[in-house]
């Protein structure tokens, strides 16, 4: 179990990360000395230095001999990509056979991966995952061999509830649903709101699992304008819901997969009144909520949501545990409808797998977890920023999100990351096409470097080389 001194220098280290990361520390600037900070907070200096190792391990301070510690120089910066510009009609959905054979290829060993959006196995605390299911099996080893009631384990539907409170949203833990994924959240809203043939809005460039969804459901693609910071353009959906017969929108506020846009929170109110005025569902996905560095980006719509048109639906897949495939869905007026057509299609979750979550959820330094892992990838983050900078050909355009593991590049136009792409096979490195997340032929040009797996000697000449791929077809 950990100590109130364990969790004391991850609090250190992440109120100097968050001064970094919000640019109050600048690059290059000094820091404070040990027994300054020590002094300062009222706590050993051995508590600073475990801090200090933590900022060092993330790269966002340096030790200099006989000087102190520093905030690193940031590498060179490029510009971020500019606002999408998708077409103004909506799309029936295909996958192309490439964006198929990238998934398969994404968790291959033989292949370096920057293809799949998850965190390695060694980011997560596997023994904490692995102690939370023994014991959930030991003590309910007799539901291991009956159907699960239908209604799911209370004791998780309150810690999600709990959780919830973080993101500013109050839910009743009867108004949760529990399921096996955030995007079995996401098909069950979408069924319980819109008919073969609707159209749904969502950002443009937008995830390939949401345009599978929309593909099998026979629904059709509003792709809206979106700005690779502040995310989806609030004009342009104002506009298409004048125009267009939108029946729902689509949309990941917090760290938008691929582009990592935050939207900020004028925005996010802005996006209930819009859509609330209208009464048209928003399904918000907060997946990624917990890996944003920002505190008010983490704020769900659903805080603002006063005319009940918000469905929300997370998961643990990119915080505790992928493997436990579990999500969740407060569907507010929807809750019914959607459990209805959820017992008709997938029935419920194992006990012990609801049972370990609630037990993971509850245990205390949860919160610590998620700060490590946020200075995890935000560093390999802004390391591989540097390398893209360093070695993809000049005019390349590279996003700064908020937190995850995730980079969008604009390549220059005449690039095609579909021959990138298998020239990259050929050498056995994988990433995602831009192609792959859009209902249009859009974003050739473009990919996605997915950064939460193996992060080491091979994936940074890995990435140098795909570079030198790219400088080659420019
Ligand atoms: C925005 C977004 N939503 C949902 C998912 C899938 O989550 P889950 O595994 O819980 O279905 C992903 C996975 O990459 C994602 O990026």
Redesign the pocket.
């Known amino acids: 179990m950990q100590t109130q001194a364990d969790t004391l220098y991850l609090q250190i280290a992440n109120d100097m990360a968050g001064l970094i990361r919000a640019g109050t520390l600048s690059r290059g600037e000094r820091i404070p000395s040990v027994r300054t900070l020590a002094q300062q907070h009222g706590v050993s200096q051995s508590t600073v230095v475990q801090a200090y190792r933590t900022l060092e391990d993330a790269r966002l301070i340096e030790a200099r001999p006989r000087s102190g510690y520093f905030v690193t120089a940031r590498p060179p910066r490029l510009p971020e990509p500019d606002t999408s510009k998708p077409p103004v009609d909506a799309q029936s959905v295909g996958m192309s056979a490439m964006a198929a054979q990238m998934l398969a290829l994404a968790h291959d060993p033989a292949y370096t991966s920057f293809g799949a959006?998850?965190p390695a196995p060694d980011l997560f605390d596997q023994e904490r995952v692995r102690r939370a299911m023994t014991r959930a099996t030991q003590r309910h080893r007799q539901s291991l061999c009956q159907y699960p009631s239908g209604h799911s384990d209370e004791t998780l539907r309150r810690a999600i509830a709990r959780h919830a409170m973080r993101m500013g949203c109050s839910f009743d833990a009867e108004g949760i649903t529990v399921t096996n994924?955030?995007?079995?959240s996401?098909t069950l809203c979408l069924r319980a709101v819109t008919q073969p043939g609707d159209v749904v809005a969502l950002e443009s460039p937008t995830?390939y699992?949401?345009l599978q969804i929309l593909e099998h459901l026979g629904l059709r693609a509003l792709e809206i304008p979106t700005h690779p910071r502040t995310g989806l353009s609030l004009d342009a959906l104002q506009f298409a819901l004048d125009t267009q017969p939108i029946k729902a929108v689509l949309c990941?506020p917090t760290l938008?997969?691929p582009i990592g846009s935050s939207m900020p929170p004028s925005e996010r109110k802005r996006l209930a009144q819009l859509l609330g005025s209208r009464s048209v569902p928003l399904i918000e996905?907060v997946?990624?909520n917990d890996l944003c560095e920002e505190d008010d980006k983490r704020r769900a719509v659903k805080a603002y949501d006063t005319h009940g048109v918000v469905m929300v639906c997370g998961?643990f897949?990119?915080t505790i545990a992928?493997g436990l495939r579990l999500?969740w869905v407060e569907a507010g007026r929807w809750t019914e409808h959607l459990r209805q057509i959820k017992a008709a299609t997938c029935g419920s979750q194992a006990v012990v797998l609801e049972r370990a979550m609630a037990d993971l959820l509850t245990q205390p330094g949860i919160e610590a977890g998620y700060r490590q892992l946020r200075n995890t990838v935000a560093a390999r983050v802004d390391e591989a920023r540097g390398l893209v900078a360093q070695h993809f050909p000049k005019g390349t355009r590279v996003t700064d999100p908020a937190g995850g593991f995730i980079l969008w590049l604009e390549l220059p136009a005449q690039i095609d990351s579909l021959a990138l792409c298998r020239a990259a096979l050929a050498e056995r490195i994988c990433f995602a096409p831009g192609t792959m997340f859009s209902a249009t032929d859009r974003f050739r040009h473009c990919l996605r470097l997915g950064l939460g797996g193996q992060w080491g000697k091979t994936e940074r000449q890995a990435l140098k080389r795909l570079g030198e791929l790219a400088r080659a077809m420019a």
């Open positions: 959006a998850c994924s955030c995007l079995e996401i995830y699992g949401f990941v938008s997969n996905d997946l990624y998961s897949s990119k992928p999500g």
